[in-house]
């Protein structure tokens, strides 16, 4: 449902039927394993079974020797490294000196079929010297910690550390005087929360396919966020010139951030270019837990006072955040999210980034910000509970408007989040009786709870780039060097059409790559409906002064007097062309009309999440169901409202994963237990009810149309919607993610009850 | 002149100072001259001729896409931020 609609257009707004739709339903749409080459080899990659050890040799003779295996190459065929954050990418690329995690990859080869591939990296003899892992982040910080980089000292604005760490870098935020503002609370709560490793479980498993040509061009067919960052990665790492390295991006079954950064390319490189001929690598699941860039296990411990009339007064919080093996966790947005939505007075937070003998992470749609959600949004319904307060009106009684500063030093924008909470208020599920528990959130149910968390998420602009050119019976093509992941042709479409004044079956969207389009930053940060539409809108607004310029010369007046409107140029001495009748005398009247739009969007509205969980919970197994389920976000205005009900439906059940089913189990080597989805459990559509949606529309002022980005906010609030109403369920506040039956039972006591009742 | 927030854990640097309004059009002549009244300051925001790893600027409240190259205003005001990324 759409609580508010504040400005009409004609295309923006509509439920129409994707571009890629077809092709992706009937199986045709191309997706990186799909990518297959004339002579083409697979290649397959060798990795460390091992989460910590020296890399005393690596002897390829035996796989090389193997009938049908074209190239073995290893960390040694890549150029030297030129600065730390080189070395680093390359040594996460191939190990050189050390391994760091299970699953590090020291060698790779290409071979006839991918079973011999694996076979032939089987056989190849590498010598490990075997040293302590550790992969839990508070244990890395011990003084006697295993230390990962001999040179590594923390890095912070207080300066470098004179001694070697795992804490990478340390920053912190302060506002006001967190101390004057604790002395003046009536109320204080405070809690430690840990929450496990997670990976971002797409179905597409990372494949790539380099070729290269006898002039050394070399050539990827990839699925990936940014054809781009691929490019850029692979020159970096082979020291090749720009222009000699092309990537086309294939479809992506589901990146969710991981498919930001590279993995398999330089490999597939390398083998290529020894082999001379094309090779694939397609990861296998295991490879893809153990080897991509998952997101960070945390730990907060966190601290928040108000006083009796419901205001928040001071905050106080620590993060770590695992980084895995090399450093650039994201605890710098998990900092932002932790009271991204309050206007608190004064408050502190310390972040560190730890590197651990786990995959070096990467993003994971709203980087960094489930976990400080779960956290902050568990203290403040714990605050509103001690308060009497309904836990919507606490928040909106501390929510920050317009002009507000953050605790991270920025400014709040126009914001929606007042407007988001206001419609979670009034919305059928919060105000209807949970059936079997208690009304409101205020009284403890004895198995049946409904919970509320807020969440705000800054999102992102960043440079994109669209060309359009109009075809002469009207139509016009639209290619953009964005990466579609989530149907954002047809959003992007959808806005150049409704700039353009056309319908929308008129546009013709496509997806470039990196030789035949401008520079795109990667499709992430919930950034390219909104930049990469305000490409589409001003290229087509040039089209459209190219066209009245056309019109005007051919009827010989004053380009002044050709007005355009709904696809018609015309004059007030009622000349008219509609755009097609013009599109058809493009050609013989000066050539192609079209343009290309690169911009770089630096401002961005942030978005605002509120949701609204039921839960029964089985106090004999730990149990939890979800009952019903709520997300209220704003928009700013939704193009394409299907997609954007489908954005916060998928975004709240990948949170609902966070929040109840997956982490990274680890043995005492540091080895990953369960790099599998039969042992790794994703939700399930027997897990999730059908998750109902509000649409709410604050329209961000500095988008032509008032777009905000949609993907990430939705990710935010499950953990501690779910925890929230489990406290109201059973009495207990977990404080790990995820929230296993185990944990809940050792929360209420079940578990140790038992115990004692066995030994006795 | 602009505003540069010194972020607590610069503080020891400024001798406590939380604001300093120094000269600059741009990101790194500010960034100059602060390191020209407080030495040090140049030396924990920047590596060489690029900000450090993992640090970002803000100028007017908005992230400082060209970095050391952004453009500053007469009255702007700057801060320190930790990078951020979006997935």
């Known amino acids: 449902m759409t609580a508010q609609k504040k400005k009409p257009f004609t295309v923006v707004g509509e439920r129409l039927p994707r571009y890629d739709g077809a092709d992706k339903m009937t199986g045709k749409a191309i997706f990186g394993p799909d990518v297959t080459l004339p002579g083409m080899l697979h290649g397959f990659v060798l990795r460390s079974p091992h989460a910590h050890a020296r890399l005393l040799s690596i002897d390829t003779s035996r796989a090389e020797a193997l009938p049908g295996v074209y190239a073995v190459v290893t960390g040694a065929d890549l150029p030297p490294a030129e600065s730390t954050d080189h070395r680093y990418a390359r040594d996460n690329t191939f190990a050189s000196d050390k391994v760091l995690y299970a699953g590090h990859a020291v060698a790779a080869v290409a071979a006839r079929t991918p079973t011999l591939a694996e076979q032939a990296a089987r056989i190849i003899d590498v010598e490990y010297e075997l040293l302590p892992a550790v992969t839990d982040v508070l244990d890395t910080t011990r003084d006697d910690a295993p230390i990962l980089h001999d040179d590594m000292r923390t890095r912070s604005l207080a300066g470098r550390g004179n001694k070697s760490s795992n804490v990478a870098s340390h920053f912190q935020h302060m506002k006001g005087d967190p101390a004057r503002g604790f002395a003046e609370a009536d109320v204080i709560v405070e809690r430690e929360f840990h929450t496990a490793t997670v990976h971002q479980g797409y179905i597409e498993s990372h494949a790539t396919v380099a070729t290269w040509s006898d002039d050394g061009v070399l050539t990827i067919h990839t699925t990936t966020q940014g054809s781009f960052a691929v490019r850029d990665h692979v020159v970096w790492l082979l020291n090749l010139p720009m222009s000699k390295v092309r990537v086309v991006p294939t479809e992506v079954g589901g990146a969710f951030g991981g498919k930001n950064t590279s993995y398999v390319d330089v490999a597939a490189a390398l083998l290529a270019r020894k082999a001379r001929r094309p090779v694939k690598i397609t990861m296998p699941r295991p490879d893809v837990f153990l080897a991509t860039g998952p997101s960070s296990g945390a730990v907060f411990r966190v601290k928040l006072g108000a006083t009796r009339d419901g205001r928040i007064t001071a905050a106080q919080a620590e993060l770590f955040y695992a980084a895995g093996a090399y450093p650039g966790s994201p605890v710098g947005s998990g900092a932002n999210v ?142 953009t060097s964005s990466v579609d992941l989530s149907g954002t042709r047809t959003t992007i479409a959808m806005q150049a059409a409704e700039a353009l004044g056309l319908p929308p079956e008129r546009i013709k969207p496509s997806v470039g790559d990196t030789d035949n389009t401008g520079y795109a930053d990667v499709s992430a940060g919930s950034r390219t409906t909104y930049a990469t539409g305000i490409a589409a809108i001003q290229a087509a607004k040039d089209v459209i002064a190219q066209m009245r310029a056309r019109a005007a010369a051919l009827w010989d007046v004053p380009v002044e007097t050709v007005g355009y ?100 189990a680890y043995n005492d080597a540091g080895q990953m237990l369960n790099a599998n989805f039969l042992d790794y459990k994703i939700p399930t559509s027997l897990d999730v009810p059908m998750i109902e949606t509000v649409i709410v529309e604050v329209p961000y002022p500095k988008h032509p149309f008032g777009v905000r980005g949609v993907g990430e906010p939705p990710i935010l609030p499950p953990p501690a919607a779910i925890a929230n109403a489990i406290y109201r369920a059973v009495g207990v506040r977990p404080d790990h993610l995820p929230m296993t039956p185990a944990h809940l039972l050792e929360k209420m006591g079940v578990i140790e009850s038992r115990i004692m009742n066995h030994d006795s | 002149m602009a505003i540069v927030h010194i972020p607590p854990l610069m503080r020891d640097l400024t001798g406590g100072r939380d604001k300093v309004s120094v000269p600059g059009k741009t990101v790194a002549q500010v960034i100059e001259a602060l390191d020209a009244v407080y030495p040090g300051t140049k030396a924990r925001v920047c590596d060489s001729d690029h900000l450090a790893p993992g640090v970002a600027v803000s100028v007017d409240g908005v992230v400082a896409r060209l970095g050391l190259h952004a453009p500053v205003k007469p009255d702007s005001i700057l801060r320190f931020l930790p990078v951020i990324e979006g997935g």
């Open chain 1, 338 to 479: 932790l009271f991204g939505p309050y206007a608190i007075p004064n408050g502190q937070i310390d972040g560190y980034d730890v590197v651990t003998n786990g995959p070096r992470v990467s993003s994971y749609r709203a980087p960094g910000g489930t976990p400080a959600n779960f956290a902050a949004e568990t203290l403040l319904d714990e605050l509103a509970e001690k308060l009497g307060l309904d836990p919507i009106e606490f928040r909106l009684r501390n929510h920050a408007r317009e002009g507000d500063e953050r605790l991270d030093g920025g400014t709040h924008g126009h914001i929606g989040g007042i407007e988001v909470l206001e419609a979670a208020q009034a919305c059928e599920h919060y105000t209807a009786p949970l059936e079997g528990g208690p009304h409101s959130g205020l009284h403890r149910g004895l198995h049946r709870g409904r919970g509320v968390a807020h969440a705000a998420w800054g999102n992102w602009g960043g440079r994109s780039s669209c060309a359009l050119s109009v075809n002469g019976d009207g139509t016009v093509s639209l290619v």
């Open chain 1, 565 to 664: 409107a709904d696809g018609v140029f015309s004059t007030a001495d009622a000349l008219r062309f509609t755009l097609a009748e013009l599109a058809e005398q493009v050609t013989s009247s000066g050539g192609s009309v079209s343009s290309i739009a690169n911009v770089d969007v630096g401002e961005w509205g942030a978005g605002f999440s509120t949701h609204i969980a039921d839960v029964e919970v089985d106090p004999e197994t730990g149990k939890v169901t979800l009952l019903r389920y709520t997300v209220v976000q704003d928009v700013g205005q939704a193009v394409h409202p299907a997609m954007v009900e489908g954005q916060m439906q998928g975004g709240a059940t990948q949170g609902i994963g966070w929040a109840l089913y997956e982490g990274y």
